[in-house]
């Protein structure tokens, strides 16, 4: 079993920067992969990124242009999110998603954390 809790989330200005963590604990190889979705209000959850132990990363259409990056720390078991040139769109729920295989598919990840707001507003 591996237990997931997101921090870093907050209230940000528009154009701002964020970076939100996810720590692991369990055993280490159900969370070699690790990713990011959020739920944005009326919206379902989207994938956003993910990254192996490798340092393999799967980018999502929005993650590919470059406004967020995933690194992740093994020796920690955490995740980072690293999230610049917030714009209101960007404010959801951000999931940290753990599982054994890199993956873009909510289905692939066993595990997950409760979620961490993130609203950009002025």
């Known amino acids: 079993q591996v237990q997931l809790v997101e921090s870093g989330g907050g209230l940000v200005q528009p154009g701002g920067s964020l970076r939100l963590s996810c720590a692991a604990s369990?055993?280490?190889?159900?969370?070699?992969?690790m990713a990011w979705f959020r739920q944005a209000p009326g919206k379902s959850r989207e994938f956003v990124i993910a990254i192996d132990t490798r340092g393999t990363k799967i980018n999502s259409k929005e993650s590919a242009k470059g406004r967020f990056t995933i690194s992740k720390d093994n020796a920690k078991s955490t995740a980072y999110l690293q999230m610049i040139s917030l714009k209101p769109e960007d404010t959801a729920v951000y999931f940290c998603?753990?599982?054994?295989?890199?993956?873009?598919?909510?289905?692939?990840?066993?595990?997950w954390g409760r979620g961490t707001q993130v609203t950009v507003s002025s």
């Open positions: 998603a753990a599982g054994p295989t890199l993956s873009s598919v909510e289905g692939a990840f066993p595990y």
């Open positions: 369990g055993r280490a190889e159900d969370s070699n992969a």
